[in-house]
């Protein structure tokens, strides 16, 4: 069975980073072929992609945002921690991780809400 | 980056009459070299994650009900639900996957009339 579980504050502060666990089950972050992605969803909002990582290390970012994330992973833990500089209350919001593989995005977590505010 | 748009933003249906959800992408999701089309479609329930419908243009993923197709070619696409149930309520959203950064559709609504 595959699960995936965000984990992290609710709320920060504006200025703030922001750091996000993923921790998964059921699959290897070692198995070619496999990442995890991050998706961020505003309230009542579209989803919006914001990181990839993939087994070998290698990592994708929104360009828009690029500046201001990163994301690592722990295979052996397996966990993917996603961390974003200088939060804004535009950043509020739901932050889900997900795996991509053969399949897009075939398994999500149950999102994390993050608010940005003083 | 792809451009997606959705349409309608809103769609009441009623239970056993079909619908469709169209999308348009700014530029061709086919890739020549393999003729894949890399357009994929979610469907978020209230409350819940999203989850996935369709891959790749056509393809069902594990689990979900043939009811639901994908169509469509280049940069038109379509979701189509043969006979609609109430369990089908909840926001579908197109994707594409053909280059970085991936995109979403604004999401289409869909409720029961």
């Known amino acids: 069975q595959i699960t995936l579980k965000e984990s992290g504050p609710t709320l920060v502060k504006p200025t703030q980073t922001l750091t996000l666990t993923c921790t998964f089950s059921g699959f290897s972050l070692t198995t070619r072929g496999v990442g995890v992605g991050w998706i961020r969803q505003p309230p009542g909002k579209a989803l919006s992609w914001l990181a990839l990582?993939?087994?070998?290390?290698?990592?994708r970012y929104s360009p828009s945002l690029k500046h201001r994330l990163s994301v690592t992973k722990d295979s052996s833990k397996n966990q993917v921690v996603l961390t974003m500089t200088n939060m804004d209350p535009v950043d509020t919001g739901t932050y889900f991780c997900?795996?991509?593989?053969?399949?897009?995005?075939?398994?999500w977590g149950q999102g994390a809400l993050v608010t940005v505010s003083s | 980056e792809i451009v997606m748009t959705q349409t309608p933003l809103s769609l009441p249906v009623t239970p056993g009459e079909p619908a469709s959800i169209f999308c348009r992408s700014s530029q061709s999701l086919l890739d020549s070299n393999n003729g894949n089309t890399y357009v994929d479609w979610f469907l978020q329930r209230p409350g819940q994650s999203p989850q996935l419908l369709i891959y790749?243009?056509?393809n069902r993923a594990s689990g979900v009900s043939d009811r639901f197709s994908g169509s469509g070619s280049g940069t038109d696409f379509t979701l189509k639900i043969s006979r609609v149930e109430a369990d089908d309520v909840g926001v579908y959203y197109c994707m594409q996957r053909k280059e970085l950064p991936l995109t979403f559709g604004g999401g289409t609504k869909v409720d029961i009339k």
């Open positions: 790749t243009l056509t």
């Open positions: 997900a795996r991509m593989g053969y399949y897009p995005f075939d398994y």
């Open positions: 990582i993939y087994w070998n290390d290698d990592k």
